[in-house]
């Protein structure tokens, strides 16, 4: 017998909004069975009073809502009011006996959440219980689509339920439906990236696409505190134009590795052989000081493998494309399966998803590096919210190599995790390129080319000159400086300076 119902005052270093509260839902299992799992962003716990409200990460119930003293009552409980938890279900389904399960399932055999919770252990922990199928009953969805965005349906007849995760046993990782996402989702449509796109002329649209692919990659060496030579930016810009070209395999991870890496003198080639962490070394001893531990090598192939079947899944649903990419690139980054190039092969992938979901019209990619780069602290910190959330739970140690080597089963915490928190990141940086980003490219090659026919039409010159004039007007803000009046442009007299800075002006800065 478990007691669910011990009222407590700190739950995992988190104060309880009032005094004499009991846990329930995900916070009671994981306190009773002493579970070591990432918290849930949101908790639950039963008031004395009757009264239902949020503080912080806290949802607070009324007294009617306190679950029964059963195992049951409080995975009804989660799954009614907090959605599907699967890091905290795995752990839990991991601490008890089958017949544990076989118990709950024969005595309440046609309820709806018992029948969730017979498939959710089955899908899990990937073993059919010795119990014959359900019979037949009306079908339940797995996932509540009113609390979490839920996949495409596969029907599973021996439960009778509408199994709708978004992901596969291997590799699920969940997002939470908030207000934030769902105003974003309602913002940013599909119609409004090929409105602002049919509207351009295509000689236009192909050089923003050209430009904003050598900016994109830029970026995304910028975001790694990298500043390469042209040559390299540009092979990896090509890179990210093929986006969607080829589906995710173990070799086509390996294929971009080349591109991004190129040298592989002082990096290992392909999935890593050791641990792996983001962080620095200690000045004097060179010991680690990690702050994102990656999934232990001996998992990555086999997380990998799931992630790429995941990403199947969801390129062949209606999944909103924006939180697919959200779980598919922020997943490869947390797993952090490569040495090194993975910053760049995750927002890759994000470029990966768009396309073969066909989110934007061919040939044009979405310039996101760039947008993350403008917004790169907000970036850190929702990298952070996960490495935050599991850091405590893994057990690692320094090797010679002044690396570090994980001691303790962590594969589950790159598998199940909430993604929400990364997927509203995204949606702002989708919103804000296709609101600021992709207009102000277009709309400025559009005045460039309006100021190129004016000077062409005004002086004659070689084109090489003319696009040389308007680098110094733009650098200038409109104005010549003394070194192109006294060097390259010597030869303009006093009023074709007047003229040209005036049409600048007139196309460009009213």
């Given at each position: 017998?478990?007691?669910?119902?011990?009222?407590?005052?700190?739950?995992?270093?988190?104060?309880?909004?009032?005094?004499?509260?009991?846990?329930?839902?995900?916070?009671?299992?994981?306190?009773?069975?002493?579970?070591?799992?990432?918290?849930?962003?949101?908790?639950?716990?039963?008031?004395?009073?009757?009264?239902?409200y949020k503080k912080g990460e806290w949802i607070v119930f009324g007294s009617r809502y306190l679950?029964?003293?059963?195992?049951?009552?409080?995975?009804?409980?989660?799954?009614?009011?907090?959605?599907?938890?699967?890091?905290?279900?795995?752990?839990?389904?991991?601490?008890?006996?089958?017949?544990?399960?076989?118990?709950?399932?024969?005595?309440?055999?046609?309820?709806?959440?018992?029948?969730?919770?017979?498939?959710?252990?089955?899908?899990?922990?990937?073993?059919?219980?010795?119990?014959?199928?359900?019979?037949?009953?009306?079908?339940?969805?797995?996932?509540?689509?009113?609390?979490?965005?839920?996949?495409?349906?596969?029907?599973?007849?021996?439960?009778?339920?509408?199994?709708?995760?978004?992901?596969?046993?291997?590799?699920?990782?969940?997002?939470?439906?908030?207000?934030?996402?769902?105003?974003?989702?309602?913002?940013?449509?599909?119609?409004?990236?090929?409105?602002?796109?049919?509207?351009?002329?295509?000689?236009?649209?192909?050089?923003?696409?050209?430009?904003?692919?050598?900016?994109?990659?830029?970026?995304?060496?910028?975001?790694?505190?990298?500043?390469?030579?042209?040559?390299?930016?540009?092979?990896?810009?090509?890179?990210?134009?093929?986006?969607?070209?080829?589906?995710?395999?173990?070799?086509?991870?390996?294929?971009?590795?080349?591109?991004?890496?190129?040298?592989?003198?002082?990096?290992?080639?392909?999935?890593r052989n050791e641990g792996g962490f983001i962080g620095e070394h200690d000045r004097d001893s060179?010991?680690?000081?990690?702050?994102?531990?990656?999934?232990?090598?001996?998992?990555?192939?086999?997380?990998?493998?799931?992630?790429?079947?995941?990403?199947?899944?969801?390129?062949?649903?209606?999944?909103?494309?924006?939180?697919?990419?959200?779980?598919?690139?922020?997943?490869?980054?947390?797993?952090?399966?490569?040495?090194?190039?993975?910053?760049?092969?995750?927002?890759y992938l994000i470029h990966h998803v768009f396309a073969e979901k066909n989110y934007v019209p061919?040939?044009?990619?979405?310039?996101?590096?760039?947008?993350?780069?403008?917004?790169?602290?907000?970036?850190?910190?929702?990298?952070?919210?996960?490495?935050?959330?599991?850091?405590?739970?893994?057990?690692?140690?320094?090797?010679?190599?002044?690396?570090?080597?994980?001691?303790?089963?962590?594969?589950?915490?790159?598998?199940?995790?909430?993604?929400?928190?990364?997927?509203?990141?995204?949606?702002?940086?989708?919103?804000?390129?296709?609101?600021?980003?992709?207009?102000?490219?277009?709309?400025?090659?559009?005045?460039?080319?309006?100021?190129?026919?004016?000077?062409?039409?005004?002086?004659?010159?070689?084109?090489?000159?003319?696009?040389?004039?308007?680098?110094?007007?733009?650098?200038?803000?409109?104005?010549?400086?003394?070194?192109?009046?006294?060097?390259?442009?010597?030869?303009?007299?006093?009023?074709?300076?007047?003229?040209?800075?005036?049409?600048?002006?007139?196309?460009?800065?009213?």
């Amino acid at each position: 017998m478990y007691d669910f119902a011990q009222k407590i005052i700190v739950f995992h270093e988190k104060y309880l909004p009032e005094q004499g509260m009991t846990l329930a839902g995900y916070s009671s299992i994981i306190h009773t069975f002493k579970l070591k799992v990432p918290i849930p962003y949101r908790i639950a716990a039963i008031s004395s009073k009757n009264r239902r409200y949020k503080k912080g990460e806290w949802i607070v119930f009324g007294s009617r809502y306190l679950p029964a003293n059963t195992l049951l009552a409080q995975l009804t409980f989660a799954l009614k009011y907090e959605g599907v938890n699967l890091s905290v279900l795995k752990a839990l389904f991991k601490v008890i006996d089958d017949q544990e399960i076989i118990n709950i399932i024969a005595n309440e055999p046609t309820s709806s959440y018992v029948r969730r919770v017979w498939f959710l252990y089955e899908w899990l922990m990937e073993k059919v219980l010795a119990i014959p199928d359900s019979k037949p009953l009306g079908l339940v969805d797995v996932i509540d689509p009113k609390l979490q965005y839920a996949g495409s349906i596969q029907i599973s007849k021996r439960h009778r339920v509408r199994n709708n995760l978004p992901g596969v046993p291997g590799f699920c990782p969940t997002i939470y439906r908030t207000k934030k996402i769902d105003s974003l989702i309602a913002a940013v449509v599909n119609t409004k990236i090929t409105v602002l796109t049919s509207k351009i002329h295509s000689d236009v649209l192909a050089r923003a696409a050209a430009f904003l692919l050598l900016q994109d990659s830029k970026a995304s060496y910028a975001i790694e505190g990298e500043h390469p030579p042209q040559n390299r930016a540009e092979r990896w810009g090509r890179a990210i134009g093929q986006a969607g070209q080829y589906p995710l395999t173990h070799e086509e991870i390996l294929r971009l590795q080349e591109i991004v890496i190129n040298d592989f003198r002082f990096t290992h080639y392909g999935y890593r052989n050791e641990g792996g962490f983001i962080g620095e070394h200690d000045r004097d001893s060179q010991q680690p000081i990690p702050q994102h531990i990656s999934a232990k090598w001996e998992d990555v192939y086999d997380l990998m493998d799931a992630l790429f079947k995941t990403n199947l899944l969801l390129s062949k649903s209606d999944f909103d494309p924006v939180l697919a990419a959200a779980v598919v690139a922020f997943g490869f980054v947390f797993i952090h399966p490569l040495e090194d190039g993975n910053g760049r092969i995750h927002r890759y992938l994000i470029h990966h998803v768009f396309a073969e979901k066909n989110y934007v019209p061919k040939g044009l990619v979405f310039p996101i590096s760039a947008v993350i780069l403008k917004r790169l602290d907000d970036y850190k910190q929702v990298l952070e919210k996960y490495s935050g959330s599991v850091y405590d739970l893994i057990e690692w140690r320094p090797t010679d190599k002044n690396n570090v080597e994980v001691l303790n089963d962590t594969k589950d915490f790159y598998s199940y995790f909430d993604a929400t928190p990364q997927a509203e990141f995204l949606y702002e940086c989708t919103k804000e390129t296709i609101e600021e980003t992709l207009p102000e490219e277009i709309e400025y090659l559009q005045k460039h080319d309006a100021m190129k026919q004016f000077i062409i039409n005004y002086i004659d010159m070689p084109e090489r000159f003319v696009e040389l004039l308007i680098t110094f007007l733009r650098k200038g803000n409109g104005k010549f400086s003394k070194r192109a009046l006294t060097n390259e442009f010597k030869d303009l007299n006093p009023e074709e300076v007047v003229i040209l800075e005036k049409k600048y002006a007139e196309i460009f800065l009213k």
